[in-house]
């Protein structure tokens, strides 16, 4: 059957909701290919009626990834324009390391990172710098199936062109194809880089940054190439207010050349070469006009509480010296299939040890893994056994604000610091939803709070039920959302 081409109005119907939902707009030069990207997104989801799918993609979130996924450009490779990882290695780090002092470890994020390459281009010239603290490297993208490719750190030979033949050799293994040749098979990242990037979905044109439970805070480096030259005007004016609100004070935005120019639309200190423009966030820095948009709830991923316990391989070495007990072995089991990400497996191990509290915690952070309401429910029943644990108050008011249900998640927060008044964690959940359900005065007393006790700690003290995170950190991380209370809420443009 021969498809007829669609009326302006009909694409508009489906381009639009995909403009609204993700800032994402479509040159005339692309109408065909994307009109062939929408059919095929349709032919999958057993749609026939264009306004019908239109509807649809306005309420299904699985759809509309779908659709995100065949419609975005992922074009990208290992260290795309080396001038501006030059530049980080030359000019950017020697100033952190310089300003922050040898104990900071440096966090960078790879915004709108595609297939992954630009973010594990990031974390191997980290990795040659040799600093002295591991740092943290931040990989998102609108595209769950580009993330997936990106975790399995596995490619082809083009998305290591350019790349010198030394460096290709000193980081990735070579499964050659059929032929034999360099330019066949794949070449597979060393190891050792794939749990140094930490990869999550984030949408542009949603509110879940910056914000501790998505990591987007406290910045030293940003880069943010190819996104923003696909996306509308209004789209780019709140992106760029919001990622400048993830740096930390001096931290960096990078930029490709191609791409808008974001002090147009923020308080950014520009620097422009010719191979792109780089901006900083000063201290001068002026408070921008700022929008706001529904809430979004962000995907729960619950690691083991590695600020209270030790590694799973440390645990797993002391059990073979000291023949420590068979529950300890259980759990430390359990660890072990959730590092490798058999969360269910980790959380069936644990059914017969929760009447201690440790194990009991760790079976609802597995199964906030397998399923968010599931989890919800252990750890309600969880609650019945273990009433005065706060990480059990922790994980529900987690879980029930990935459930959106902010009024019981508000209760549980209280909870929290009712039961835990030096909870600076407890402050900031609280702190978090009261922002939220719009209760602004609650929400800065909450964040007050969280950084006078944070303050008060030393800066490189581990902070209970944080992931790991350390004082000094979550006290700008405090200072910053304060900030951004003591201003209008960023909102998206008309
Ligand atoms: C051309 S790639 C850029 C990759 C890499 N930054 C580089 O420069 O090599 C553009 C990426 O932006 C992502 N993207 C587009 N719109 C987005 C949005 N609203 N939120 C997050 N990512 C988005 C796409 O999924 C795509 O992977």
């Known amino acids: 059957m021969i498809e007829l081409p669609w009326s302006d109005t009909e694409f508009a119907a489906v381009a639009g909701v995909v403009a609204e939902r993700t800032g994402l707009v479509f040159p005339h030069a692309r109408r065909t290919a994307v009109e062939r990207g929408v059919r095929e997104a349709m032919a999958r989801s057993a749609t026939v009626d264009l306004r019908a799918y239109g509807a649809l993609l306005a309420r299904d979130s699985a759809l509309l990834d779908d659709l995100v996924t065949e419609l975005t450009i992922g074009e990208t490779y290992f260290f795309r324009e080396p001038k501006h990882f030059a530049f980080v290695r030359e000019s950017l780090l020697p100033d952190v390391v310089q300003r922050r002092g040898a104990g900071h470890a440096v966090r960078a994020w790879s915004a709108g990172c595609s297939t992954g390459e630009e973010a594990y281009s990031l974390a191997i010239l980290l990795d040659e710098a040799h600093l002295p603290e591991r740092p943290y490297v931040l990989a998102t993208d609108l595209s769950r199936k580009s993330l997936q490719t990106a975790r399995s750190a596995s490619y082809r030979v083009w998305s290591l062109r350019g790349v010198p033949a030394t460096t290709i050799a000193r980081y990735f293994r070579h499964e050659p194809g059929a032929d034999g040749s360099r330019n066949s098979g794949r070449y597979d990242l060393d190891a050792r880089f794939r749990n140094r990037v930490t990869f999550e979905y984030l949408n542009f044109a949603l509110d879940s ?35 400048r609100r993830c740096l930390a004070t001096d931290g960096w935005i990078v930029t490709a050349s191609s791409d808008p120019m974001l002090s147009e639309f923020t308080d950014l200190e520009p620097t422009r070469t010719d191979w792109g423009v780089f901006y900083r966030r000063t201290k001068r820095t002026s408070l921008a006009p700022a929008m706001n948009r529904e809430s979004a709830t962000v995907p729960v991923v619950l690691r083991p509480a590695i600020a209270e316990r030790a590694s799973p391989l440390a645990v797993a070495a002391e059990s073979e010296e000291h023949a420590i007990t068979s529950d300890c072995l259980v759990l430390t089991r359990a660890e072990a299939a959730m590092a490798a990400g058999a969360y269910r497996q980790a959380a069936e191990g644990l059914r017969d ?19 968010v309401a599931e989890a919800e429910r252990a750890c309600t029943a969880a609650l019945g056994r273990h009433p005065l644990s706060v ?78 995170e350390r004082a000094g950190r979550l006290a700008e991380l405090a200072s910053i959302e304060l900030e951004m209370l003591s201003d209008t809420p960023i909102r998206m443009p008309q």
């Not at 923003?228 to 992106?239: E, G, N, S």
């Not at 009991?360 to 399923?371: I, Q, Y």
Request: contains cysteine; glycine residues 6%; neutral net charge.
């Open 391 to 468: 990480e059990h108050h922790y994980l529900r008011a987690v879980l029930l604000v990935a459930l959106v249900r902010f009024d019981e998640a508000i209760r549980v927060a209280r909870r929290i610091v009712y039961l835990d008044g030096n909870s600076a964690i407890g402050y900031f959940i609280l702190g978090g939803l009261l922002r939220r359900t719009d209760d602004l005065a609650g929400a800065r007393r909450a964040y007050r709070n969280a950084h006078d006790l944070l303050l008060a700690q030393p800066a490189d003290a581990l902070v209970p039920l944080s992931d790991g």
């Open 209 to 243: 940054y910056p914000a501790l439970d998505t990591g987007t805070w406290g910045m030293d480096l940003i880069f943010c190439r190819n996104v923003l030259i696909y996306l509308d005007r209004r789209t780019t004016a709140y992106v760029a207010e919001r990622l």
């Open 353 to 371: 040890l929760l009447a201690d509290a440790s194990a009991s915690a760790l079976h609802v952070r597995a199964l906030a893994n397998v399923e």
